[in-house]
């Protein structure tokens, strides 16, 4: 198994593009997160998804979209990049269905806005 | 809304010196989990503690949930240049519908 795939690992945009950042699972998790990391805030939650074809928003989700169209994928859409969105952008899946609670990251996507 | 504070934000210990990262939550949580990043890396889980008042241990590594399910830390003993990274906690609020909030992270670094 390959757990938990993130696509790209590295970008660079200029202010006002877009793009989407995929993530893949095949663990068959019904939980998906995304996560953004900035230096010294930890990881805060974007939008999160608690099966297929559902999402919802987290805690930082201004300027951000995503879809669930199949269970193993998460896509995270920037619109119209901004430099406050250069960060390090992690995806998670977790077995919920198993009663557990353990986050599994992707190897994150280093994402810089210029 | 609810915070989880986790302190200090650095720490640079001798190696075979000890370590402590500790975290503190506005509101009761059902349950409080622990991760390591390595620089470079993505947090890899580490622990769950559910019950008030748990201890456990990995190896060198102890892991405590306060009584009142507030607070929790991470004890290593005697670290060495393999603990290198970055230990986040992460709690789960039982009140406000089960969202994971993670502490800013303490970054360990060990001389040798």
């Known amino acids: 198994n390959a757990g938990v795939t993130q696509t790209p690992k590295f970008r660079v945009l200029k202010t006002g593009q877009s793009m989407t950042l995929l993530c893949a699972q095949d663990?068959?998790?019904?939980?998906m997160y995304w996560y953004r990391q900035d230096p010294g805030m930890g990881l805060r939650l974007i939008h999160y998804?608690?099966?297929?074809?559902?999402?919802a928003k987290g805690e930082v989700p201004d300027g951000y979209n995503v879809s669930r169209l199949k269970k193993q994928n998460f896509l995270l859409g920037l619109e119209s990049a901004a430099p406050s969105q250069t960060s390090v952008y992690f995806c998670a899946s977790v077995d919920r269905a198993r009663g557990t609670d353990t986050q599994y990251f992707g190897p994150g996507t280093r994402l810089t806005v210029l | 809304g609810q915070q989880v504070m986790q302190i200090p934000q650095y720490q640079h210990v001798q190696e075979g010196e000890d370590f402590t990262t500790y975290c503190n939550s506005s509101t009761t949580l059902s349950n409080i989990q622990w991760y390591k990043q390595r620089p470079g890396g993505h947090p890899v889980f580490l622990i769950q503690l559910v019950k008030s008042g748990e201890v456990k241990k990995q190896k060198r590594l102890t892991f405590q949930f306060g009584e009142a399910k507030k607070n929790s830390s991470l004890h290593i003993t005697a670290t060495q240049t393999t603990d290198v990274g970055t230990y986040f906690c992460?709690?789960?609020?039982?009140?406000?519908?089960?969202?994971?909030?993670f502490g800013q992270g303490t970054e360990l670094s060990v001389k040798p």
């Open positions: 998804s608690v099966g297929e074809g559902t999402t």
């Open positions: 663990m068959n998790h019904e939980y």
């Open positions: 992460a709690g789960r609020d039982g009140n406000q519908g089960g969202k994971l909030i």
